[in-house]
């Protein structure tokens, strides 16, 4: 059954290429960049705009669920009945900010193709897993006239701010949330050699600030006897680290989980990268903190903390000589298993108050508290992924380890505890940066994926429940 | 004569004070801002507003003087003759920038007066020495026909990049700016008890970037493999102080001149300043570096390091997961006598480069290079502004030292060998900060003042040569 309805599905959403195409284009104008307040009306637009297109398609009870945040977007799928499985497909619909604009090569919100490559804020990271399953179950829909599993769909429109009302909602939604398993759609596949991601890091980010005078000084009037917030702030981004990249804040490291010497392996098999490969892509001449893991389990086994932006005085063309009122910064520490992130932040904390002094006013906020994820190794939402992957790409998918963060995830996991995995829909690079892009070939072997993966999953749950 | 004089031309400008205000608010509203090359064109409609006005006066040969970078404004009056001293006045018509702009009260160029305060960008810091001596010199034409000395007037438009162009443009106009004594015109006075500064402070300014990858990445997908620029930034900001103030980098102290004992007890004698006073008008509760020496040796007769801006990676609302390209920070150090700033500049990139690692790349650029200033003590250029003083405001200044930097008073020092001193026009604060303001008392007060002091120096200086 599947293999014959699949292609049927294929075709037809082949004989709609351009189709697919404007509809992902205008998707992609909409600046739905969740971090800054000033969008949040085309956040909201975004929302509405999915909300339509989903209910185009032929799903019901679709609609924009608000949170204290942005809104959710929902929508169902459930007349496969009920001898067949349930799936929750997440995905999310806002966006990175796009500064340093001056860095891109074409206007983030206004979608190009060059050299094969779809250039926009979005593209990547996650508006192709929105509108890649949105057109599989349209395809499969207009072809089959049914889809072979239930289906609901859950767009976050909160993700890249790090979820915050995203915990509340899904223990306030856990009836209208309930499936049997869940495909996280987050993220991009590698075509050479696929993977499945079995654990990511969770995060604290925390803003620091340090205030001093209460208004900005001249450096030449005032220069000798006012402490600089500035200073303090560098020696606090300077004690974080030894020259190796070793995390100084102390008791750090004390719940980092060794590695199994079969996980470790496991883990060094899957890193399918050359050095000269990952450098490029990262374009840096040099790897750091060699000294203290291998490459993969540094990325995805250590915790780490990054600084993601300083900022204080002037920071124009030439000269100012102040002594600005405050300085600042903003810190994400990625955690592995089995760190808590609420202790995390505490220590943070506290490292930074043995910096206090009566000349400055430190303040630290810990804006997020996400716990290290490890989800479905074996099950057959994760069969369903690897049979998608065998077919679509022509091998099965290496079960690894992901250095970044899904916050959602560990909300499902600790509230509805359903069975989950991941799958990657497209492929391409800048998530978080200028530029970014995803292949076009690839972006239409995304949505064939979808349309092979509602199939299989009929296939491997009916197999699990037999 | 002096008295009668001085008091016609000073009866005739109080006759016309809506006018001279007029005026003075008209030259406010042109943001003359030199460190931002947006306001080039802004900068030269400046000068040529004031060339206008000073032709209009009466004043020769005005005009705009170009340099490679913003235009000097100069005119000349030298009808008094040759048996009378010719006087080069300075001042500057170039203004700070404004941010942050949304702690002005009022918009920076357009001038508000409130609670007798004028409110707007430049009108301490500089273009009230700029419109007392134009005005000055205007009623003195008006009613004594004839200036007392000869007067050329010599208005920089790039004071607050740190003079760039002045060291060759004082070099190639030697005689057209000859004269027997020069009067800088830069700063407010003190109504309680008026300073002649004799010493400041030099200035060495620097710019640092530190360059990682060659564009933003994940702190998910890199971190824990990528050295953070802004990491880098912290340790060396963080490396310039110890807990006590004192500056870490190696030689910086060696040239420091320590001062006599009659000197520390005339500086002592000048700091008339209450600890809570001061305190409250920086806007702190407590000073910094109290063991280093006393506040007015801190603050004049030691030299300092401050970081007056810093930056990198994201700096908007939320979070963003990113490890940035590249980071960076500005410094300007005071310096005393007898540091050289070129040496200093050495030492200071010679300590960044003890950070060079192989991840990250250093760049050092150094801006500014000018050397502490030494002026007359004793001298008739010195008296006529201690006459002034004396009869404007009741007594005659302490000859003190400041914190603050003249880089053309080192130029003019090496280069023109004239006699020099200062004097204050005005009185107000936030010269360099949001609110910057002058009390419209003291504006016309600066007026008198100057009227007295061109005919307080024909005396003085007729004095000196008999």
Redesign the interface.
Known sequence: MSTTSAQAAIDYAHARRAELMAGFQELLTIPSI????AYKTEVERCADWIVAEMARIGFQQCRRIPTAGHPVVYGEWLEAGPDQPTVLIYAHYDV??V??LG?WQSSPFEPTIRDGKIFARGTLDDKSGVWANLKACEAILATDGKLPVNVKLFFEGEE???SPNMQSFVEEHQALLAADALLICDGPFDPEQPTIPYAL?G?V?AEVLVR?????????????????P??L?????????D?N?RILIPGFYDRVRKLSETELAALQEAWTLSRAT?TAK????????ETLAS?PE??TA?P?L????????????????????Q?G??V?M?LVADQDPHEIGELFKAHLFTFA???LAIEVDI??TDPPLTMAREHPVVEAVQRTFATTLGKRALLTR????LPIGGMFQQTLGIPMTSIGLCSGA??????EYINEEHFYLGIDAAIHFYYYLAETMAGASA
């Open positions: 969740s971090t800054d307040p990175q900010p500064d340093p860095l890249e701010t790090g890091r995060m980010a001093g005078a209460d208004h900005d000084l001249h450096s030449g009037v005032f220069g000798g006897a006012i402490h600089n500035i200073h702030v560098g020696q606090m981004v300077g004690s974080f680290h020259a990249g990952w990262a374009g840096v001449k040099h790897l750091w903190g490459q540094r990325l250590l780490t990054d600084v993601n932006g300083i900022w204080g005085g002037y920071q124009g063309q030439g000269i100012k000589t102040v002594i600005p009122a300085a910064f903003k994400t990625r002094c009566p000349t804006q997020i992901l250095g970044g963060s800048g998530g978080h940066a200028p530029n």
